[in-house]
């Protein structure tokens, strides 16, 4: 609280209707049909093809709820019958099967039955943890404010909001409109701490090369955000990054430019230990039409934690 003067805090409370979403003809679900009905299944989907349509691919079009199998012919509401689709796409298909409106598209046609089959689990995790989540907010003291997923979408559509976490963040709760919209945003994504795994293999199982024993190597480890100054050489510079560590002693720093290879541990000092976590400072800007496309620009605060390298190839 010292560093980031928090007052109050807004969750998005969201909850999967696991059962709803496989049978949506379930009888007695009066509760959807409120001003949020559709909402969370229409999230749901649009996370689930990468908010794009299926069969060409297109972003940044209006995107409209699909059924691979037609009704028509007997397809279902199941959440595992339904993708997303452009109007032009979805006008092409009308009433044909999936394999007769992809009959030259082998490939795609083998993608998409893949993606149908991929399982709920992200929403059960969801599910399960979300209370959990929201005592452990209570106990700051703090005011908490709840919502559910589909309202925050319903929050950003008047406004034109486009999609992004940062936005969606933004959107939670009661929002009547929002400022300062440029205002840099600090992404935090899990990367890890590495792998217990310290053979590689090829693609018939055998060995192809290992990783070293230990993790740290004169005293840095993969992951650590550090700052290495090389003041002579082709490249001497300034870097400022996540290094992967080389029993050489040779490190590789990937920066916000780019990866930076050979770079001694001696001029390398040690800014932030390896926690699982990687960092970045990224300035998003509100643009209509830019629905998941904010334009974005990473500045050199850190970066998302590398994996350790191949210490030793075996021939």
């Known amino acids: 609280m010292r560093w980031v003067p928090i007052t109050a805090l807004s969750q998005e409370l969201a909850r999967f209707d696991l059962q709803q979403m496989q049978n949506p003809e379930i009888q007695g679900a ?111 003291g703090l005011n908490v404010e709840v919502a559910s997923g589909g309202h925050t979408q319903f929050n950003r559509h008047p406004l034109q909001i486009p999609k992004d976490h940062c936005w969606d963040a933004a959107c939670v709760g009661q929002v009547d409109a929002l400022e300062h919209g440029q205002q840099p945003v600090l992404r935090i994504q899990a990367t ?72 001694s541990h001696r001029v390398c000092t040690l800014i932030q230990r390896a926690d699982g976590y990687g960092y970045s400072l990224t300035k998003i800007a509100l643009e209509k039409g830019a629905a998941g496309m904010g334009q974005q620009s990473v500045a050199a605060l850190s970066l998302p934690g590398l994996k350790a390298e191949v210490s030793r190839a075996m021939g």
């Not at 060409?56 to 028509?72: F, G, M, Q, R, Y």
């Not at 480890?221 to 100054?229: F, I, L, S, Y």
């Open 192 to 263: 890890g701490r590495g792998s217990y795994q310290r053979t590689r293999l090829n693609q018939y199982g055998f060995p192809r090369g290992f990783l070293m024993r230990q993790k740290q190597v004169q005293g840095f480890q993969t992951g650590d955000r550090v700052k290495a100054v090389v003041t002579t050489g082709k490249k001497m510079g300034l870097y400022l990054g996540r290094v992967a560590v080389r029993a050489s002693g040779r490190f590789n720093i990937k920066t916000a430019s780019g990866l930076v290879q050979g770079i």
């Open 30 to 140: 009066e509760y959807q049909h409120g001003t949020l009905f559709g909402y969370e299944v229409r999230e749901y989907l649009l996370e689930k093809w990468d908010r794009k349509c299926a069969y060409c691919d297109a972003e940044n079009v209006p995107l409209e709820i699909e059924h691979l199998h037609p009704k028509a012919r007997g397809g279902s509401n199941r959440v595992s019958n339904l993708t997303i689709a452009c109007v032009p796409c979805n006008r092409r298909k009308g009433v044909q099967t999936l394999a007769d409106f992809l009959a030259d598209e082998p490939e795609r046609l083998k993608k998409i039955l893949a993606q149908t089959q991929t399982s709920l689990r992200d929403a059960a995790a969801v599910n399960s943890t979300r209370w959990a989540l929201f005592q452990r907010l209570k106990a700051t």
